[in-house]
């Protein structure tokens, strides 16, 4: 259950991750 | 009615009896996870954007407002300022968020391994911008031996947040997702309980005793004991 719990934080972090490389690039495009 | 209150041991935060979590609770906590690590990684990409925009534009530096005259191709920007600034500014935010509901979470073992990720990510990716334009400068830019000393400085940096990160990743794999071990041995002094004491009697105007050396006198009334204190052993050291 620990485990499960512990790769459910590593998905949401990664996906997290993705998500907001995509967002914070498509932000900037849009500034500069 | 005499009351018994058990001495849990999970009140004195013995290892190993954390208390149970709720889905629901869990579920929000993962939603804080997404959240702050969406909200800190598009933070960082503006602010890594707005960095490599500026030194490619004006070489690092720029200036805006005061009494001085600005050089020509160095004022900011204002989608620079508000990037950088912004940025900034979110990356405290929502790194909080997320380090807070790591620890809610219970990730790999606490908001301490969120700082270490976000630290590695922060200094990794503007000390590949250092790295990057100080090995291939911009058109015209020159001496940019000083971004690759930085470059160097930054990435050891990220590297210590790096190592301090797999090296909690890898105690949590050995004790098989199991919680942090505390630091404090579980409860030093255990209350006894007494089960099947006397009823307590009405207030009899009198302070009830808790225990004391043997031969002092009694009082009137009998009390419930809140500690069972050992005989007094005169010989004893």
Known sequence: MRVNQGFAWLLATIAGAAGGIFLGHAIAVSVL | ????????????????????????????????????????????????????????????????????????????????????????????????????????????????????????????????????????????????????????VFELMALGGLLAFLSSARDWLRRGGGPEPSLIPGPVVRAAVNEGAAPPSPPSGRAPRVGGPQGEPGPSAPVPKRLNLPPHDPGGR
Request: aromatic share 10%; charged share 10%.
């Open chain 2, 1 to 152: 009615v005499p009351v018994s209150v058990r001495a849990s041991s999970a009140a004195f935060g013995e290892p190993g009896r954390r208390t149970e979590k709720r889905p629901r609770g869990e579920l929000l906590a993962l939603t804080g996870v997404l959240v702050g690590a969406l909200g800190f990684a598009a933070a960082l990409t503006c602010v890594y954007m707005a960095m490599r925009n500026l030194m490619v534009q004006a070489g690092g530096m720029c200036a805006s407002g005061g009494p001085y005259q600005i050089a020509a191709g160095h004022e900011c920007s204002s989608g620079q300022i508000g990037l950088l600034m912004g940025g900034i500014f979110a990356m405290l935010i929502f790194g909080g968020i997320y380090a807070t509901a790591t620890g809610a979470a219970g990730g790999l073992g606490g908001a301490s391994d969120a700082a270490y990720l976000m630290w590695a990510a922060l200094f990794g990716s503007l000390g590949f911008n250092f790295l990057s334009l100080g090995f291939n400068p911009p058109h015209g830019q020159s001496g940019a031996g000083g971004w690759i000393i930085s470059g160097v």
